[in-house]
Structure formats: structure tokens, C-alpha cells
């Protein structure tokens, strides 16, 4: 049955259908507020949106979709793959609510090989990858990096320390007594010899560890027979790390040298990705990832969309095995290979070991739904009961906790933590820096009311749907809590009050008398007080949800503290950029001898001026 919404939305795909050209692209549907609602890619742009005229025969969450469309771009490209990158990127920026979305991509840890020096480090990084820089991994956690690295130093004695320190050194550091590194920076070793280990340890990264076991007890067989017994003992000690290295792997394979492995699994409507990271023939652990919004998806149509927004952030390796194979294998593996220069290959095993790895990984992620709904259903119990006793005006479905946090007023910091029927939603948490009002913080006062309203206010005002009754906007809030008593209340109730907002519970919750826990009080505006039993599941749940947000608020605060103790005077010096900052601390040693130093001394330092040594001379001297 056609409804006017839908005629209209389908007139205005015609509209556009008539005028695209059969080449590749992306388009973005938009809807009447100029909302992204799809980002899609086509090999032939005509054709495929022309497919969205066929009203009848789509399904039910894109019929809503093309209700709600009221015009669209379009975006050219020279290839169908170059159109799955943009299509990617588009949808990591935007995150339109029609598209399957890749949930909690969070950077991964990788090991560094730093190449700007004659004698290259080892190290942890986590960042944007540069193209001319040298990568390992990813690593699905920080452990495991670590545990990497201690590997490396014991088996390739390789420094990691910084340009600075290893020009400074004049006699080895602890690192070489351990035999944790060479000590390039004293000439213990040459270049020579160090890049010999350097390449021993590219080798090993890239999975090469029986050779280099092999080239070191041939290299300890030399040094034996000319009676160096004593290099010979700790070449002995590098095979016998290696050796540990090699007994500690999993989802072995010998023709698997650098692999993803995801696998989807799919139960109650809800899906879960996992992927497993195999580098240089070892397990580098696991990521989970429970993709949104794919209801009436195929499985492969969900790996599809999150391999383009997977690899978007991160480099693929040669193979990427798939327990569910994707129509568009020849685009995709065009596109990843594009990123990188090597060829990607994307499988689907069938039969041998590869299917015997994915079938483990598709396993994990069946047990992980499980357990997620599980979570869930006893999170919705939860809820249930939160209405209940509190005798809301609907079961929550998103619940917003609210903390502030500040030393007698300084560094003040607003926390919003988000929970939802999965739990915690920690990429929806928020952060405030309590700011200044007509030239007067409510921080400098120790107003936490004024901090609670500023908070609340400047996130009700961003978050407030044109229409305050439509409860479809994900962001908006069912329940909001905020910690502390009647005051914290009436401060919340007010940002209501002023912003005409009735359709989200709010309460405060307040410990007691002794600030101790199990005996907090309930405060509802124009009620009394509630007071639940302590052993009520209930009031265990409050209280971890107020905990979270005090715990968030705090660690907030702290990063704040610590990143302006962290500032240097330079900074507020107008001229004085990162380069010249880094440079003048290079050649003095610190803000405090810098502070010190004479127009002649600020002088002689590489790329300051006069007028600039003018400057930071007098600016420490203002009285001069």
C-alpha cells in the first residue's frame, strides 16, 4: 500500500534517476532536517538507485528510509573500488542511521621501526599509520604489544630509547646490563652489526623465525669454535627466547603467515564480528564487534559494509579469511590493495586448516552473542524494575548519568556516561569543560549547581529534537540521573523548566548521612524521597551507574589537571611554535634555564632571531 510519504520519496529518486549517468559513485540520501539518513556506492549510479523505485520489494527498515528522503547527492568516480573508499570514509564521518554501522572502532597498538636514524628503535605506537614509516601488527591489545617487545629486546638487543637520550649516553644504560639492548649509542656495536640484528628482527616480524633460529646456532657454532665462549652464551640466550616465542602460539598454521580471520555470527537479531589478527604466524589476539542497525541484512551483506569501514582505519594484510563469502570480492580486493603495496586477497574456506581456523573464530562469535544476550536480558530486568520502584513514566531505553568533578573549583570538568539495554555505551560518553559565563566562572565559586545546569544545558541544546515528543532520535534520553540531593535536582529541573522539556525522567540520587553506600536517597521532583531496601538489586544497579559516571568524571578531571601542569611557559609566548619550542628545550634542557638564559644564549639557539630572543627574554622579564 502507497502512502503519500512514500509516493513522495520515490518521486524524488525518479527525479534524480533521470538525470544520472550509468557510471560509478556514491550517493547520500537526505532527509527533510538535511540529515544524512544512507551513504551508498554503485557501479552504475543510475541503475542502482532506479532499484529504490521497486518500493514494494525492498525491506521494511529502507522503506522508512525513502519515506523520510526528500533530495540527494551524488559523488563521480573513476572505478567501482575507488567508489567503496569514499563510501567508507563518507559513513565513518557522517554515520547515517540507514547504514549497517561499524560500532567502537577504536585505533589498534602496532610496533614501530623508526627509520629517520642511523640506529632505528623499536617502540609502541597507536595513531594514524604514515606511509613512510615501518609498521608491525595490529595487536588487539597493549599486552600483547608489550609482551612483543620484550621479546624483541631480548632476542635483537635492539635500543628503544629516544634521539635524545641516545645522544646523551656516554656509558651503557641498565637496558645493556640485562641484555636487553646492544648499546649502539656508546659504539658497544656497529652499524654493521646492528643492522644485521635489525634485519633478524624485520624477519621474525614478518614470520621468519625457524631461519633466524637457524642462522643464530650457526652464528653460536662459530663463536664456540674460536673459544668466545662468553658472546656465544648470549647468542644461546637469543635462541632460548625465540624458542619460548614459538611455544606460546595459537591458531597455528604454517602456511598462514599474516592474516585477519572474521567470522559473523548472527542470533535474535543481533550480530557479532570477530576478528582474529595472525602475524608472523602467531595469534595477536582478538577484537569483537556488534555491528548496528542491520535489520533484514544478509550476513554478507553486513561483512561488506564493515570490511570498507574496517579497513578504512587500518591496513589489511595479504589474506583475509571470511566465514560467509561477499559478491563484491573482485571491488573489495581492489580497494584494500589500493591502501597498501601488495595484493589483498579475501577467502572463504571450504575445507583444510583455514576452514578449521574460521570455524574457531565463528565459534567465538557465536558464544559472544550468547553471552551478549544474556547481558541483555538481565540489563532489561533491570530496567524494568528501575521503572517500577521509581514509578518512571516509561522503561528506560537510554539512561544518561551526570558528575562533576574539580579541586575547590579548578579544572572543572562536567561527566556524562550513557547506559543502554547492552550495557555501558562508552563511545557516548561525554566530557565538559566547565567554561566562563559573562566573565565570571561558576567553577571559580565552587558552584556545582551552576556547573551541573551549564552541562546539562549545553547537552540537552545540541542532543533536543525539533519535536521534544519524537522519541525516535537515538540520542535522546529516557532518564537522566544526576549525583547528588535535592539541590543537583532543582538545578537539573531547572534547565527543564527553561528549555519546555517533560518527556525525560529525571532523579538525583544522593548517599547518606555518612556518605555511605546503601543508604542513598532517592530525589524525584515533586515527590518524596525514596529509599530502596540495601540488598535490592535495583539500588545495586543505581549504584553502579552513578559509580561509572564518578569514576569517568574523575579520570576526566585528572587528564585535565595533568595536561596543564603539563604546559609550558613557551606556549604562551606569541612566535614561539612546536619547532622552536622543541628547540629551544633541546639546547637549554628546560622552561626554567630558558627563563634564565641572556639575549647572546637565546641567540646562539638554531632558528631563533633576534626579535624573537627579544621576545622571550622580555616576556619572562616584563618589569624590564
Request: charged letters at 25%; a positive charge; hydrophobic letters at 35%.
Amino acid at each position: 500500500m502507497e502512502t503519500k510519504e512514500n509516493s513522495r520519496g520515490v518521486s524524488v529518486i525518479q527525479k534524480y534517476c533521470d538525470l544520472l549517468p550509468n557510471t560509478s559513485g556514491v550517493y547520500r540520501m537526505i532527509g527533510p532536517e538535511e540529515e544524512i539518513l544512507y551513504i551508498g556506492k554503485a557501479k552504475n549510479l543510475k541503475k542502482r538507485v532506479s532499484n529504490y523505485k521497486n518500493y514494494r520489494r525492498l525491506s521494511n527498515r529502507i522503506k522508512r528510509m525513502i519515506e523520510l528522503t526528500t533530495e540527494m547527492e551524488f559523488v563521480n568516480t573513476r572505478t567501482e573500488s575507488e567508489a567503496l573508499l569514499l563510501e567508507s570514509n563518507l559513513i565513518k564521518k557522517y554515520r547515517p542511521r540507514y547504514n549497517i554501522l561499524l560500532r567502537d572502532d577504536k585505533s589498534f597498538p602496532y610496533i614501530l621501526v623508526t627509520n629517520e636514524h642511523d640506529y632505528p628503535r623499536i617502540l609502541k605506537f597507536r595513531g594514524s599509520l604514515k606511509n613512510k614509516s615501518e609498521y608491525y601488527g595490529p595487536f588487539a591489545s597493549v599486552s600483547s604489544v608489550d609482551f612483543t617487545l620484550s621479546m624483541l629486546q631480548k632476542i635483537f638487543l635492539l635500543r628503544s630509547c629516544s634521539d635524545s637520550v641516545f645522544a646523551s649516553r656516554t656509558r651503557p644504560c641498565m637496558l645493556y646490563q640485562i641484555k636487553r639492548c646492544s648499546a649502539p649509542c656508546v659504539g658497544v656495536i656497529g652499524k654493521a652489526e646492528y643492522d644485521k640484528l635489525l634485519g633478524q628482527a624485520r624477519a621474525f616480524l614478518n614470520g621468519d623465525s625457524q631461519g633466524i633460529q637457524k642462522e643464530l646456532a650457526l652464528e653460536m657454532e662459530e663463536l664456540s669454535a674460536t673459544l668466545d665462549f662468553e658472546t656465544a652464551a648470549l647468542v644461546r640466550d637469543r635462541i632460548k627466547a625465540l624458542t619460548n616465542v614459538q611455544s606460546t602460539q595459537g591458531l597455528e598454521s604454517k602456511n598462514l603467515k599474516n592474516a585477519d580471520l572474521i567470522a559473523i555470527a548472527i542470533e535474535s537479531g543481533q550480530a557479532c564480528i570477530q576478528v582474529f589478527f595472525v602475524r608472523a604466524g602467531r595469534n595477536y589476539g582478538n577484537r569483537v564487534y556488534y555491528p548496528s542497525q542491520i535489520t533484514g541484512s544478509r550476513p554478507k551483506d553486513i561483512i561488506e559494509a564493515f570490511l570498507g569501514q574496517f579497513y578504512s582505519r587500518h591496513l589489511p594484510p595479504k589474506i583475509i579469511l571470511l566465514n560467509e563469502p561477499v559478491d563484491q570480492k573482485n571491488v573489495l580486493e581492489d580497494a584494500l590493495s589500493s591502501r597498501v603495496d601488495y595484493a589483498v586477497k579475501l577467502e572463504c574456506p571450504k575445507r583444510g586448516a583455514k576452514r578449521q581456523m574460521i570455524q574457531f573464530v565463528e565459534e567465538n562469535s557465536r558464544n559472544a552473542i550468547a553471552r551478549r544476550l544474556a547481558d541483555r536480558t538481565s540489563q532489561q530486568i533491570l530496567f524494568k524494575g528501575l521503572a517500577a520502584k521509581l514509578g518512571l513514566s516509561k522503561v528506560p531505553n537510554r539512561i544518561e548519568i551526570y558528575d562533576n568533578s574539580h579541586i575547590s573549583g579548578s579544572y572543572p570538568v562536567g561527566a556524562m556516561v550513557v547506559a543502554g539495554p547492552e550495557g555501558f555505551q562508552k563511545n557516548s560518553y561525554r566530557k565538559y569543560n566547565i567554561k566562563t559565563r559573562n566573565n565570571f566562572s561558576v567553577a571559580l565559586n565552587n558552584d556545582d549547581y551552576g556547573m551541573m545546569a551549564e552541562v546539562l544545558t549545553r547537552r540537552l541544546k545540541k542532543a533536543k529534537p525539533i519535536n521534544s515528543s519524537n522519541q525516535s532520535d537515538y540520542s535522546w534520553p529516557d532518564l537522566i540521573i544526576v549525583d547528588g540531593g535535592l539541590g543537583q535536582l532543582s538545578a537539573a529541573q531547572s534547565v527543564f523548566d527553561s528549555m519546555a522539556i517533560s518527556n525525560i525522567d529525571l532523579i538525583a540520587v544522593a548517599k547518606g548521612p555518612k556518605r555511605n553506600a546503601g543508604e542513598e536517597k532517592i530525589f524525584m521532583t515533586g515527590r518524596d524521597p525514596v529509599i530502596l531496601d540495601n540488598k535490592d538489586p535495583v539500588l545495586y544497579f543505581i549504584q553502579r551507574l552513578r559509580d561509572e559516571a564518578h569514576r569517568f568524571a574523575i579520570g576526566s578531571h585528572r587528564k585535565r589537571r595533568e595536561k596543564n601542569i603539563q604546559k609550558s611557559p613557551l606556549d604562551s609566548i606569541d612566535g614561539i611554535g612546536k619547532m622552536r619550542k622543541r628547540q629551544l628545550l633541546n639546547h637549554f634542557g628546560s622552561a626554567k634555564v630558558v627563563s634564565e638564559a641572556s639575549l647572546q644564549d637565546l641567540e646562539a639557539v638554531e632558528g631563533v632571531s633576534r626579535s624573537i630572543a627579544k621576545k622571550i627574554y622580555y616576556w619572562f622579564r616584563p618589569d624590564s
